[in-house]
């Protein structure tokens, strides 16, 4: 394994300082609108899931990278607040799907459209981090890149 350089170190904080302000800007802005982050993210995962997936709990809790449990209660709490429902499949009664209630269909787009301005504007700096990091890995600097790993679920 290679070891890192000063460089390598920096481009890693200067990506992670880019992410951190995108996030700390979700963050405020999801609690302006009453929400918790990971009610937002949810609601996003069920607005933007990839064609041919559907809005089932498992998958959901892997868009999202948390628990199962976690998931549901997310779920819960948004029901309760009028901004999902459930859903029993056409195809097979057994499934459970989700949507966006109108409710939460008109936070979520008010929220998806500040962000979506927020990156628009924060863009040049976490592609340019982004660029530096990348740079540093094609001199072969950067070490192997690890595996994939579930997120902590307060997420």
Do not use: C, W
Request: hydrophobic share 40%; no cysteine.
């Amino acid at each position: 394994m290679k070891k890192l350089t000063l460089a390598d170190y920096q481009a890693l904080a200067e990506f992670r300082y880019q992410i951190r302000r995108f996030l700390h800007f979700s963050e405020e802005a999801v609690e302006t609108a009453g929400l918790e982050r990971g009610q937002y993210q949810l609601m996003l995962a069920i607005k933007g899931m990839p064609a041919g997936v559907r809005p089932r709990i498992r998958e959901l809790a892997n868009r999202m990278q948390i628990r199962h449990h976690s998931a549901v209660e997310l779920i819960n709490r948004l029901e309760a607040g009028g901004y999902v429902r459930r859903e029993r499949a056409q195809d097979d009664r057994r499934e459970v799907l989700l949507a966006l209630a109108p409710k939460g269909e008109r936070v979520l787009a008010e929220l998806a459209l500040h962000h979506h301005e927020e990156l628009r504007g924060s863009a040049p700096g976490l592609v340019a981090a982004l660029r530096r990091l990348m740079r540093g890995e094609k001199n072969g600097v950067a070490g192997q890149a690890a595996a994939p790993r579930k997120a902590d679920d307060d997420n």
